[in-house]
Each structure stands twice: as C-alpha cells, then as structure tokens.
C-alpha cells in the first residue's frame, strides 16, 4: 500500500511568486494534516481536514497560505505570494479515524526555499 | 496542550538498550503519550502510544511512572539505523492534532 506522498520533494522559487504543494494521503483515510517547519524551529501544526472540511485551520501563519482538498482525496497547499520567511519544509499526514487515537502517518515533505 | 521536556541529544553504542526520557509534569487525565521517530529528509514515523504502565511493540517499549509525569521509551538493541530524532507528544483524547517539541537526538555510534 503506497504511503502518503508529497510533491514536489523540494522548490527554490523567488520571493513574490506562488507555489503550490501537493498531497496525496493514503486511500481511505479521512483526516489529513498539514505541519511545516521553518529552519531551525520546530514542526509546527498548519491545519487538518476531515474529508473535504476543514476541522481546524488555527496554525495557517497568514492569508498568503490556501489549503483546498477537493473531493476528499488529495490536498494542496499555495503560498501567494511566497515571503523568505516562508523557507522550510512543508509535511503531510494522513489518518483514519478511531478512537482514542489513531496513529498519523507523515509523507516525506517538501522543502521549500524562497529567495 | 500539556508541554514535553526532552534531553536535546544523547549517543549509545551499537547494540546497547537506549532508554529515552520525557517529562510532562502538566499531562491532564485524559491525555495519551505519544512517540515519534524521525529519520533525516523524512516524515515523521509513529512508535508507541501509552496512557499508563507499560506498553510494548515490535519496536519498543514505553513506560510510564503511576503520577505520569514523565515516560520513558525504551530500545532494545539499537543500531546504527536508530539514529534519529525521537519526540514525545501529550495528545488529548481523541485529539489527533500534535504538537511537536525539539526532539531527542540519538545518535548511535559503532
């Protein structure tokens, strides 16, 4: 079963311009997750999906960043336009629902440099 | 969210049992112990998840003291290919958001 893939595995783009990044989850799970890490911080939480809704958008750092999951399936993530701050790498998660948790599981990330 | 403190990095020998702690002193009652390893230029992988006493897997094992204050996740045997940052997470209930420390790095040496 394949896992949960991202794409691209690493963009170098200019300051000003749009980037979007994809997301595939693993087929039939529901939840899906976004978390970054910008250089030297920790991973942080960006926002979760259930299905196509999105559950909580608390940790999107501004408007510049669009998370769209259409039809259920796969998520992108657009950053328009894209700041130097903005660096860092940008991780997927997909899980099933289940109670009292259910174990997340994360893609290999994009890394993204702005400059 | 209950915050976790780690040890930022610790070395083992190859083949030695690895005991990695994490304190969480402000854990409320319905939150879960979670931990997660991380490999270079990768996601991060889950472990083991525990809420009291003693939880073991394929991988490893996790204990955690009656006051749970604190867990420590256990290794048997690392390898080289244990080398990895490995985070505890406090999750509560039915929370499926985390929220990621610094980490532990574990670096295992020949």
């Known amino acids: 079963e394949a896992g949960v893939t991202q794409f691209p595995s690493h963009s170098v783009i200019e300051k000003g311009q749009t980037v979007t990044l994809r997301c595939d989850p693993i087929?039939?799970?529901?939840?899906l997750y976004w978390y970054r890490r910008v250089m030297g911080k920790e991973i942080k939480f960006l926002l979760h999906?259930?299905?196509?809704?999105?559950?909580?958008e608390s940790g999107m750092p501004n408007n510049r960043f669009l998370a769209e999951r259409t039809g259920g399936t796969y998520s992108t993530l657009k950053v328009q336009p894209a700041e130097l701050e903005d660096s860092g790498v940008y991780f997927c998660?997909?899980?099933?629902?289940?109670?009292?948790?259910?174990?997340?599981?994360f893609g290999q990330g994009t890394r993204l440099t702005v400059v | 969210l209950a915050k976790t403190t780690q040890p930022i990095s610790m070395d083992s020998y190859e083949g030695q049992e690895v005991n990695i702690t994490c304190s969480h002193n402000n854990i409320a009652t319905n939150d879960y112990i979670t931990w997660y390893q991380q490999f270079p230029s990768q996601g991060p992988r889950f472990i083991i998840q525990?809420?009291?006493t003693k939880v073991t897997n394929e991988v490893a094992s996790l204990f955690i003291p009656a006051d749970r204050k604190s867990s420590t996740l256990s290794l048997p045997r690392v390898s080289l290919s244990d080398t990895a940052v490995y985070y505890c997470l406090v999750q509560p209930y039915g929370n499926n958001r985390l929220a990621f420390g610094k980490g532990n790095q574990v670096v295992v040496i020949p």
């Open positions: 998660a997909s899980s099933q629902d289940g109670e009292p948790y259910t174990e997340a599981f």
């Open positions: 525990g809420y009291k």
């Open positions: 087929s039939g799970h529901d939840n």
């Open positions: 999906f259930v299905k196509e809704s999105k559950q909580d």
